[in-house]
């Protein structure tokens, strides 16, 4: 109980640090002491592996966290499974990661799955059980959480929409503070990039060049981007002192309309992130 307590008072704390506005910041706090402490209950559903590779955990790890994405919008922007694949890869070792999808068909989504490379089982709840037992939060921000090995919430909140989220979770995971961040200065070649002849389904790339000015290494955390459409890869080692380093980006757009996604970087600036605008037309 006193663990719960203190993880309560941490979460609640850094959650104000990670909203912007008083609605916000009122939500995130209710969401906080709604479900901190409270225990999730898990419908007997079978595991669907992916590929031959993929080995089930034997449920010894003293940390889970679960994720919850219905079928309704669009599935992969808000799932952003790139960020997640980069996170299984870095805590995969200390942390279960439980994934519950509740897609409208399952055999195209599990091929998506698989083609996009996730290398954990996941579990496909065609009666949403999951939701509909524990009652989640309807909003997909919240429908993500950080379990002890007896199913109890520790935090709650998705590292997918907000990259701080991550570092709240690790914070809990390893019991280690936030390092202290050396800060640096950047300038980008350019904010925004226009693509001609953008086609739905047909992979397109735009490049992204970032200088550090600074006088200290410049390290990039994360890479976000607004939707599962548009795909970032960049350099993990720090840029040094007056090097350039790239963001290259693969737009695969999924419908025809105006486009316009951001991708934003997280690095150890003054203002912590630089956001980056791609723009085109989807003719067809």
């Not at 089930?56 to 669009?74: A, F, H, M, P, R």
């Not at 990259?163 to 936030?178: E, H, M, N, Q, R």
């Not at 993990?236 to 996604?261: C, D, L, M, N, S």
Request: aromatic content about 10%; charged content about 25%; glycine content about 6%.
């Amino acid at each position: 109980m006193k663990l719960c307590c203190n993880i309560l008072i941490v979460c609640c704390c850094l959650m104000f640090m990670f909203v912007s506005c008083n609605s916000e910041r009122a939500e995130t706090l209710r969401m906080v002491k709604k479900w901190t402490g409270k225990t999730i209950f898990f419908p007997k559903i079978a595991p669907e592996y992916l590929n031959d590779s993929v080995q089930q955990s034997n449920g010894e790890k003293d940390y889970k966290i679960l994720l919850y994405v219905d079928s309704t919008g669009c599935v992969s922007c808000k799932l952003k499974l790139f960020i997640w694949i980069a996170n299984i890869e870095e805590m995969g070792s200390k942390v279960d990661f439980l994934f519950y999808f509740f897609p409208k068909h399952k055999a195209p989504f599990l091929e998506y799955l698989r083609n996009e490379g996730l290398n954990i089982p996941v579990y496909i709840d065609d009666a949403d059980s999951l939701n509909k037992i524990n009652k989640l939060p309807k909003k997909h921000s919240f429908q993500c959480f950080l379990l002890d090995k007896n199913n109890t919430v520790l935090a709650i909140g998705n590292p997918a929409t907000n990259f701080k989220i991550w570092g709240l979770y690790k914070k809990i995971i390893t019991g280690k503070p936030t390092e202290r961040q050396v800060l640096t200065t950047v300038e980008a070649e350019q904010t925004e990039i226009v693509i001609k002849d953008l086609q739905t389904g047909k992979p397109s790339e735009a490049v992204f060049r970032l200088k550090n000015t600074g006088s200290n290494p410049l390290a990039i955390m994360r890479v976000e981007s607004s939707c599962g459409c548009t795909v970032p890869e960049w350099e993990k080692q720090p840029v040094a002192a007056g090097k350039t380093t790239e963001i290259k980006v693969k737009i695969t757009p999924e419908k025809r309309e105006y486009f316009h996604k951001t991708v934003t970087v997280h690095c150890n600036t003054e203002g912590g992130r630089i956001v980056l605008n791609i723009k085109g037309s989807v003719e067809k």
